[in-house]
Structures are given as structure tokens and as C-alpha cells.
């Protein structure tokens, strides 16, 4: 028991405590979701068929700025839905910044 004692009391000290979340930007909980299948990959991109729809869900609710060849949005609600796209590459960056902390997260495909 005093052994027991001795680790939990050292391990406070230490400052061994749950991390903090507060301040850090979750950027992993952003999802980026397709409706079809991808039909193939071309330079490292996957390949969708034209009736693809994508979505962004934000789970957290969190504000993040979106950037879909360069149209800035802002990603504030739980989902949105892109759809209507022209066959092309679109890249989708997703930009989260809070308390100087920023990070992104870079999505490419290709519709067919």
C-alpha cells in the first residue's frame, strides 16, 4: 500500500495528468466522405464517377475554413455536401487554427 502511495503521489508531482484538449485543434475528426466507389487512382489521387457527391462532416462543430480550388468556406455546421462537380482535379484543404496553433489537412480526387 505505501508503494501504491509512493507512485500516485510521484506521478502528481510529476505532472502526469490527462492532456488538455481545450486548446488543440482536432483536425482528425473532420471527415471527408464520398458517395461512389473510386474507380481508380491516377497520380495518387483516387478516381470518382461523375455522380459522386461529397460531404465534410465536422462532428465537433468546431469553425474551420475550407478551401475547394481556392473558394474559401467556412465549415461551421455538422455536415455539407458538395455536389454537381465537372469532371476535373479538385483538391479540398481543410484549415483549423486556434490560439496561434494551426493545422491542415489536404484532400485530392478526381472526377470522371
Known amino acids: 500500500m505505501i508503494k501504491f502511495v509512493s507512485i ?7 505532472n502526469f495528468t490527462a ?3 481545450i486548446n488543440h485543434v482536432r483536425i482528425d475528426d473532420v471527415k471527408v466522405e464520398f458517395s461512389e466507389k473510386a ?5 495518387g489521387q483516387p478516381i470518382f464517377p461523375r455522380i459522386t457527391k461529397v460531404w465534410v462532416s ?5 469553425k474551420y475554413k475550407l478551401y ?3 473558394e474559401e ?11 454537381g462537380l465537372d ?3 479538385y483538391t479540398l484543404m481543410i484549415l483549423a487554427s486556434k490560439n496561434s496553433k494551426e493545422e491542415k489537412r489536404t484532400v ?3 472526377i470522371q
Do not use: C, M, Q, R
Open 108 to 110: 485530392g480526387f478526381t
Open 19 to 21: 492532456p488538455e484538449v
Open 8 to 14: 500516485l503521489v510521484t506521478l502528481v508531482l510529476l
Open 68 to 70: 475547394f480550388n481556392e
Open 73 to 83: 468556406k467556412e465549415l461551421a455546421d455538422e455536415k455539407i455536401e458538395i455536389s
Open 58 to 62: 465536422n462532428p465537433t462543430e468546431e
Open 39 to 43: 474507380i481508380g487512382i491516377e497520380s
Open 87 to 89: 469532371p476535373g482535379t
